[in-house]
């Protein structure tokens, strides 16, 4: 197989490859564009003007998705997988990786939308990285644009595999993408209902493409990812990559949808929520439990019918968001 194919490989060993630009046997050029970062393209005769970009490890102990980059980059290196699409391969936060932590500093996923600009480190210095690569990726004009943004998470789900959905004033989020999620296996989508700081609304609301965070069961270390069953996914990224993909159907085939009710966030150090540590994403909650408190009384009670809890988080630093309290929703405006 092609050096380059092996991406993961160099970036776990913070290698630099001798060669930066590589051609498979299919003439499918492979080119390395930094630590964690591969362009992938198509011969132009085979080009179908799909531009995709695929991330993972933007939080470092999330191992199943950066085995299944790595496998697609394999098959694409070894010339059983035959591209037609452009595909930008990113590995999020390389250092993390290396440690199999979640980050080193800061969480990656909340400085896009130049809030790395505010901070400093090598995170910050990473986002901006990524935003840069993906604009300079993106900035081809009249070209599809799909990002996805592979993620696992910390707890259990009563829904394994679902998606987020961002947000942009004035955009309406399409139903064609639904259908596309529910091919790959999502059993849910979030759909968001403000701007945000992750890549994937980066991704979303400067560079116009349709993107998706996809969470995709328990994060584990490399090597131990049996419980997280990537097949369907697998299954319809290689036919994105090929360009075979079977149109999905309009009805949206029993996939959930939710909307964000409210974000729960953390103001202090005596912020306390009231969940059991075990909590699985997708819990429902009760209407009047008392959910979460913080300095000066502030208390977070539930209001909403249906309601229930994801990414609960009593760690995250102060001002950042400690969990996500959802309703489901239905599908009456969708492009
Ligand atoms: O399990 C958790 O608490 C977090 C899982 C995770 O990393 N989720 C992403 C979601 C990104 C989004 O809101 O689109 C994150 O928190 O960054
Ligand atoms: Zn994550």
Known sequence: MLALGKLLELTLAGREPAEKTQLTVDGVRMRWLGEGALEVRPPEARDNGMDLLLSAGIHGNETAPIELLDDLLHGIAGGEIKPRARILFLFGNPEAIRKGERYIEQDVNRLFNGRHELSSGSEALRACELERLAAVFFGVPERVRLHYDLHTAIRGSKIEQFALYPYKDGRQHSRR???????????????????????????????????????????????QNEQVNLDRLETRLKQIIEGNEPEAPEALDGLQLFSVAREIIKHSDSFHLHLPADIENFSELSKGYLLAEDLANTRWIVEEEGARIIFPNPKVKNGLRAGILVVPTTPDQLA
Do not use: C, D, I, N
Not at 178 to 205: C, D, H, I, P
């Open 177 to 223: 993408e639904l259908a596309r999620l529910r091919a790959a296996g999502m059993e849910a989508v979030l759909l968001q209902s403000k701007a945000s700081v992750t890549f994937t609304a980066y991704t979303y609301e400067q560079l116009g493409a349709e993107a998706f965070t996809l969470e995709l069961g328990k994060a584990r270390p490399f090597g």
